[in-house]
């Protein structure tokens, strides 16, 4: 009975070492696209879930989603609740532990237009392929079951921002649990169900739960690659704050034949407005705008180890001149930007009606940078307006109010969170670096900051520990956009660049 024993024990000891050998070496690739297929069925009906933050209703069928898929894969989970809709957090801990790693991933996403999609329902995924003339056409669903096309991609909103990188880890942890792999760490994924509302609810939670979110470090599975599509490391994220702003017109809307030359355009006036915060090569001209942001030669060196093709970037967005901030585009996304988002004042196109607008708003934000402060930042813009001779009111003016001041405009402002920035030379990059050159035979693409804003710094601050994001989804895949996609080749890069990083050692 002994030696039954000890057989069966050398034995599995045996297997166990040879299926871990075969994850690390040659089967990681195989494994990748096996998984991948047989996670098509899930993926649609996750991807399928209406996930707009703005419906709690929504959102609560995708904690729920949520919560079954990672307790199927050994997690325990808790609802960290919030003034709104709850945090989730699905904890995994394992014996021989020298770290624990906290995971980010985000679930809900960007409000949908549907006039706008080339397909009936845009939670609905659609596989497509490129024909000759450049158009994606819809294929049968099917078609996952057979040999895969890498360049096939899947439209569905959220496709890649960030349902996508979910569901990678997911099939992630499926190769690690079936081959009875064990990290060498304790896992931690915080799931956000609001981040394209800006977390406002993150920050609080981070403060309040920080001793369940206890880590050494945090990874983030969120973003596209660089603009090669080479396995790629973003090292830090730019804030942002977000203004609307609103010039007050005439009480209500007036006839531009009747009135026209007599009652000033709303419209006008906030596009006078605008022109005043920019030069016309695009740097902002608002007073300290760039203060306190200074680029080392060390730093250049970083920034030009990253190998962007301006010529191809201007070429593929069809413009012929940049923005002169930076001598390149590296540079340029390490100062705070002024954006504005959206215009309105009345009708257009076949809508367009002969009057004079009741007022025009501007949608703006402010991506920071680490160097930069939220509310120092808002208070600059809010300042430069001031000095234009506007009287800011923070909801609609009052008859006084309007008899009093000539230019008028309403300021609201929310700053969601801060940049964050982690140093290439710490722990966890060194710990990322490896596996990812593991699984794909080269060291990734190593970004100091990218352009897009997540909401890391509250976990970065409250809980002390770096951050570096992973981003594994194609470049262009229209996040935020209508017909966002995922790249199967992607997708299953996505599975093997997450399954590498899980069995890298301490």
């Known amino acids: 009975m002994i030696k039954k024993y000890l057989f069966l024990s050398l034995f599995s000891l045996l297997s166990f070492s040879v299926c871990s050998q075969e994850i690390m070496d040659d089967n990681?690739?195989?494994?990748?696209?096996?998984?991948?297929?047989?996670?098509?069925?899930?993926?649609?009906?996750?991807?399928?879930?209406p996930n707009?933050?703005?419906?709690?209703?929504?959102?609560?069928?995708?904690?729920?989603?949520?919560?079954?898929a990672f307790e199927k894969r050994g997690f325990k989970t808790q609802r960290l609740e919030t003034?709104?809709?709850?945090?989730?957090?699905?904890?995994?801990?394992?014996?021989?532990a020298k770290r624990t790693v906290l995971v980010y991933l985000q679930v809900d996403g960007q409000p949908v237009d549907t006039t706008k999609w080339f397909q009936d329902d845009p939670y609905i995924p659609v596989l497509k392929e490129k024909n000759e003339y450049g158009d994606w056409n819809s294929i049968d669903w099917n078609n996952l079951k057979g040999e895969i096309n890498p360049d096939w991609r899947i439209f569905s909103r959220s496709a890649s921002d960030a349902r996508g990188p979910d569901m990678m880890f997911l099939k992630a942890m499926d190769i690690i649990n079936d081959h009875v792999y064990e990290p060498n760490f304790n896992i931690k994924v915080i799931i956000d169900f609001e981040e394209e509302l800006g977390s406002p609810q993150l920050p609080n939670a981070v403060?309040?739960?920080?001793?369940?979110?206890?880590?050494?470090?945090?990874?983030?599975?969120?973003?596209?690659?660089?603009?090669?599509?080479?396995?790629?490391?973003?090292?830090?994220?730019?804030?942002?704050?977000?203004?609307?702003?609103?010039?007050?017109?005439?009480?209500?809307?007036?006839?531009?034949?009747?009135?026209?030359?007599?009652?000033?355009?709303?419209?006008m006036k906030l596009s006078q407005l605008l022109a005043t915060m920019w030069q016309e090569d695009g740097r902002v001209e608002i007073k300290g705008w760039y203060d306190g942001i200074t680029i080392s030669d060390d730093v250049k060196t970083i920034l030009e180890q990253v190998p962007d093709d301006e010529a191809q970037i201007q070429k593929d967005f069809g413009i012929t001149s940049t923005d002169n901030i930076g001598n390149n585009f590296q540079e340029a996304i390490q100062y705070p930007a002024l954006g504005i988002l959206g215009l309105e004042a009345a009708w257009v196109g076949k809508e367009t009606r002969t009057i004079i607008p009741k007022s025009a708003i501007a949608e703006m934000n402010i991506r920071l940078v680490k160097e930069t402060n939220g509310e120092h930042m808002v208070k600059l813009l809010k300042d430069h307006i001031i000095n234009q001779g506007y009287y800011l009111v923070d909801e609609a003016p009052t008859e006084v109010e309007r008899m009093t001041h000539d230019k008028i405009a309403r300021f609201n402002?929310?700053?969601?969170?801060g940049a964050f920035r982690t140093d290439f030379n710490t722990e966890i990059g060194a710990w990322l670096r490896k596996g990812m050159n593991r699984a794909f035979g080269k060291d990734p693409?190593?970004?100091?900051?990218?352009?897009?804003?997540?909401?890391?710094?509250?976990?970065?601050?409250?809980?002390?520990?770096?951050?570096?994001?992973?981003?594994?989804?194609?470049?262009?895949?229209?996040?935020h956009s209508p017909n966002e996609n995922i790249r199967l080749g992607n997708y299953i890069d996505g599975i093997k660049t997450i399954t590498a990083i899980l069995m890298q050692k301490f």
């Open 83 to 96: 003034e709104t809709v709850p945090l989730l957090l699905a904890s995994r801990d394992y014996p021989k």
């Open 413 to 417: 402002s929310k700053i969601s969170y």
């Open 28 to 49: 990681l690739d195989k494994l990748s696209l096996k998984y991948a297929k047989a996670s098509f069925e899930e993926l649609k009906d996750f991807f399928s879930l």
């Open 445 to 479: 693409i190593q970004i100091r900051t990218m352009g897009g804003s997540i909401p890391i710094s509250p976990f970065v601050i409250t809980l002390d520990i770096p951050a570096v994001a992973v981003p594994t989804v194609n470049p262009d895949n229209n996040q």
């Open 207 to 267: 403060l309040e739960y920080k001793e369940q979110l206890a880590a050494d470090m945090l990874v983030i599975f969120d973003g596209p690659r660089h603009l090669s599509n080479q396995p790629t490391l973003s090292y830090g994220a730019r804030g942002i704050a977000t203004i609307s702003l609103e010039v007050i017109g005439p009480r209500t809307p007036l006839h531009s034949g009747n009135y026209g030359n007599y009652v000033p355009n709303p419209a």
């Open 52 to 68: 707009d933050a703005y419906y709690p209703e929504d959102i609560e069928v995708n904690v729920k989603w949520c919560e079954k």
